[in-house]
């Protein structure tokens, strides 16, 4: 018996989805219906209901009708592409409409210009319990007619788990991030949820998401403004619940504490540019103009690298085994790029996480799975599960998360090469003064790139927030993108020159235009040498006041890269990194090799080891803590590592047996009384003498809350330094939650407050005769570093890039103009009005910039 009849959206020649140049649409992956090829420019419904998804481009729509079915009508073959050229949307999401209603006008000129084809799908997108019939036959059709019946299946639908009873939870809140649910929120949305048991899942727009599932969670396409309601059932389902909602707040600190450089432990390198996706005008003939990814300048040879289709066979052979073999190719595919993640900096291994996310994702291996079982191969499955993927990111609207396609592409080229019993090269040769010329990009082929040759990347399409482009801009490689297909007419081997200041590609230069740019690359390589090698001096301020600048670290690459910056030490060694995202606590074995190599980088040079920060809003799934009403104020830092002694002591174990001995201190986080010290300190007294060390091992303290700024003078009798944490201190203080959307925007560091606890904790470091250091993200704050320096702080720990900038700033400072600066701006009344003196001040004596 029907259900419901589907029209015809448009005139236009009837065929069937094979018809369709795309395999995701001609694979049935987004489901089944027919096509059109239209002869019409206007788009009316199929059939009445609800607009449930219409992107700010319009070419393609969504309708769910009243017995729920979705119906997608997708307007020809890439023309997200388009942008929104050609189209124009005569309806909004949330419109409730009439079959024959008018919902999209397209130009036909235009849009046949632009896409790879008209063949327009139009399907029903879940076919769960559903079956077609009455198909149109091919030929021509008219708007209105009749294109299919859907019909209730007749086959026995699987059956549904019952509802988990045990235990509910649920909360709905405003996403507030600049840029919505995209990759980096996703992985940490996800990786909370696989921590607990319950079932998980994510709503907005009318479409759920299972919580575990990266993929899903950015297709749900939520942006900065949208409802996102989060529900759980299960026995830990409260807790899941709240860890989620933690996890949107983290993805707010961290987002903010990228565009202010305000997190602990990072801070905008100034050197770079950052990326723009405003796109340049055509500057001349031969001279194509794109969007800049990476600032800089480059002269050298256009260079193509191939990358090879990799050919899979559609149908399988048994199901166990071809199951069998695609658990093997992920594991092999993961133990890989845990491996490349191991020498990586942190930008890689960013991106790796997110590709270990896409690796694991249970929408995608649910997927495979299932075509596995239908009779496919592994391969065939494996990609058509990863194509579904990428054609639910491209038909949204935000670029950020299109841009996630690559990383998608990528990890199916992984397992596709592990099937075949291959993996992608780790170096790929390249001529002298290369200009990579592609039409895109994948992660993994950047790094196995030969950094030393490359000069430059040109892709024709690709994005400026893209994955490739972060690595690129990590590896200070110029790079533009959306150079249009017109680069692929560059000859092999000529010279170009690469404008990625002003968003040109000069394809032709003349001789004279040539010399002039390598003069700009010379005098560039010689401004960074001659920073970099004073940064390797050790810092003082104008009048002659030693001050130290040390580096935030996180593993042993950014250890090497603090001594190329110049760092003079470890003012913050965050062992997180071996705790988290694990199933089991790391080994004493695990971690001594892990501190040894990072103070081997090192040198001679100190290391602050602070001991683990977890807990609150950095669960361990091997850790099972009380699900608290407000993680911040329970169970973390010092708290967790006293409540769970075995951690602690094998840390400490760890961290005592580093040599040289001399050079590693410890410091403990979250400090809010002497006791907590003392009780750290006799569990270390106790490993030396089990350990037989005789060596005095220095400890310090963290200043993260009001109670141990105030304290400061008792808490440092019982240890060596004291750290400010001045992120945690000032929401703290304030009582500002950091991750709280409306709240946000006013936790400065730079409030009075906070100033005055500082100045209170310096003050008593001074007294004691004490180093006292900041390690947050104010540290690397140009308007902050006078201040500062002023209340008393001699040592600053900022990230390795920043080093130089930091050490260039504090040498144009005087202390004594540093301190009346800070006794002034203890008595303003405002963040902003003391951003404002420091900012007067730095006027005439000088600028970190």
């Not at 305000?262 to 801070?267: L, N, V």
Request: net charge negative; glycine share 8%; aromatic share 2%.
């Amino acid at each position: 018996m029907s259900i419901l009849q589907i029209l015809a959206p448009f005139d236009g020649w009837c065929g069937t989805l094979d018809e369709v140049p795309d395999p995701v649409f001609a694979g049935r992956m987004l489901g089944d219906g027919v096509a059109i090829d239209p002869t019409g420019g206007i788009l009316v419904a199929p059939c009445a209901g609800e607009i449930v998804t219409l992107p700010a481009s319009a070419h393609a729509v969504s309708i769910r009708t009243a017995q729920g079915i979705d119906v997608l009508v997708h307007v020809g073959v890439d023309t997200v592409q388009l942008g929104g050229r050609g189209f124009e949307a005569r309806v909004r999401p949330g419109a409730s409409v009439r079959a024959g209603d008018e919902l999209i006008r397209f130009d036909l000129d235009v849009v046949a210009r632009g896409a790879k084809s008209l063949m327009t799908p139009i399907l029903v997108t879940s076919m769960d319990g559903l079956r077609l019939q009455q198909r149109r036959a091919p030929g021509l059709v008219s708007s209105g007619e009749v294109l299919f019946e859907i019909a209730a299946s007749t086959t026995t639908p699987r059956a549904v788990d019952p509802p988990n009873r045990e235990a509910a939870a649920g909360h709905t809140l405003i996403v507030t991030l600049r840029h919505g649910l995209h990759a980096r929120p996703a992985a940490l949305l996800a990786q909370r949820a696989k921590a607990f048991g319950a079932q998980a899942t994510l709503r907005a727009h009318g479409r759920t998401a299972n919580a575990r599932s990266v993929v899903a969670i950015m297709a749900l396409g939520v942006r900065q403004g949208d409802e996102l309601s989060i529900q759980a059932s299960g026995a830990d389902a409260p807790q899941s619940v709240a860890s989620l909602v933690a996890g949107i707040q983290e993805a707010l600190r961290m987002e903010s504490a990228a565009g202010h450089g305000a997190a602990e432990g990072t801070a905008p390198d100034s050197s770079k540019t950052a990326p723009t996706t405003a796109p340049r005008s055509l500057a001349a003939a031969g001279v194509p103009s794109g969007v800049i990814a990476v600032a800089g300048v480059a002269v050298g040879r256009a260079t193509r690298i191939e990358r090879r289709e990799i050919a899979v066979a559609e149908h399988g052979a048994d199901s166990g085994r071809e199951r069998a073999e695609l658990e093997q190719a992920r594991v092999n595919v993961r133990m890989r790029l845990e491996r490349v993640a191991a020498t990586g900096g942190a930008t890689r291994r960013e991106i790796i996480a997110a590709h270990l996310e896409f690796l694991d994702d249970p929408q995608v291996n649910e997927a495979a799975h299932e075509f596995i079982a239908a009779g496919k191969s592994a391969g065939f499955a494996w990609r058509t599960a990863i194509r579904r993927s990428i054609s639910a990111l491209q038909a949204l609207e935000d670029s950020r998360l299109r841009e996630r396609v690559d990383d998608l592409l990528d990890v199916e080229s992984h397992v596709l090469l592990a099937l075949a019993g291959e993996a992608r090269p780790m170096n790929i040769p390249l001529p002298e003064r290369a200009v990579l010329v592609a039409d895109d990009l994948l992660p993994s082929e950047l790094t196995a790139l030969d950094r030393q040759r490359l000069v430059a990347i040109c892709l024709s399409g690709g994005g400026a927030t893209s994955h490739v482009a972060i690595l690129a801009a990590a590896m200070d490689i110029p790079m533009l993108v959306g150079l249009g297909s017109g680069i692929r007419d560059i000859a092999d081997g000529a010279t170009v020159i690469v404008d990625a200041d002003a968003g040109t590609l000069q394809t032709a230069p003349a001789a004279a235009a040539i010399e002039q740019a390598r003069a700009a690359v010379e005098s560039r390589l010689m401004s960074r040498a001659k920073t970099l090698a004073e940064a390797q001096i050790e810092c003082r301020a104008l009048d002659g006041t030693r001050v130290e600048v040390f580096a935030n670290l996180g593993n042993v690459t950014d250890a090497a890269a603090a001594v190329v910056h110049g760092a003079e030490g470890c003012g913050l060694l965050r062992t997180e990194f071996l705790f988290i995202d694990r199933e089991t606590a790391p080994t004493e074995a695990e971690q001594l090799a892990a501190y040894q190599d990072i103070a081997a980088a090192l040198g001679p040079r100190p290391m602050i080891l602070r001991l683990m920060d977890v807990g609150g809003d950095k669960p361990l799934r091997y850790l099972p803590l009380p699900a608290e009403e407000n993680p911040a104020l329970g169970l973390r830092g010092v708290r967790t590592a006293l409540a769970h002694p075995d951690l602690m002591r094998t840390q400490l174990r760890a961290a005592l047996r580093v040599q040289p001995a001399g050079n590693v201190r410890l410091l403990i986080p979250m400090i809010t009384d002497a006791a907590e010290i003392l009780a750290v300190r006799s569990v270390i007294d106790e490993l030396k003498a089990e350990i037989g060390i005789a060596d005095r091992i220095e400890l310090g303290a963290m200043i993260e809350t009001p109670a141990a700024a105030l304290m400061a003078s008792g808490l440092i009798r019982e240890v060596d330094f004291l750290s400010i944490g001045s992120n945690d201190l000032t929401q703290y203080t304030l009582a500002m939650d950091r991750g709280h959307p409306e709240l946000a925007g006013r936790t400065d560091a730079l409030h009075p407050a906070v100033l005055k606890l500082v100045a209170a904790a310096a003050g008593a470091g001074a007294a004691a005769g004490k180093m006292v250091a900041v390690c947050g993200g104010v540290a690397a704050d140009r308007l902050a570093v006078p201040l500062l320096l002023g209340l008393g702080v001699r040592e600053l720990s900022v990230v390795p890039a920043a080093v130089p900038a930091i050490k260039r700033q504090i040498r144009s400072l005087r202390i004594n103009d540093c301190r009346e600066l800070a006794l002034r701006c203890l008595d303003l009344a405002s963040p902003g009005e003391v951003r404002a003196q420091a900012a007067e001040m730095l006027g005439p004596l000088g600028d970190m910039r």
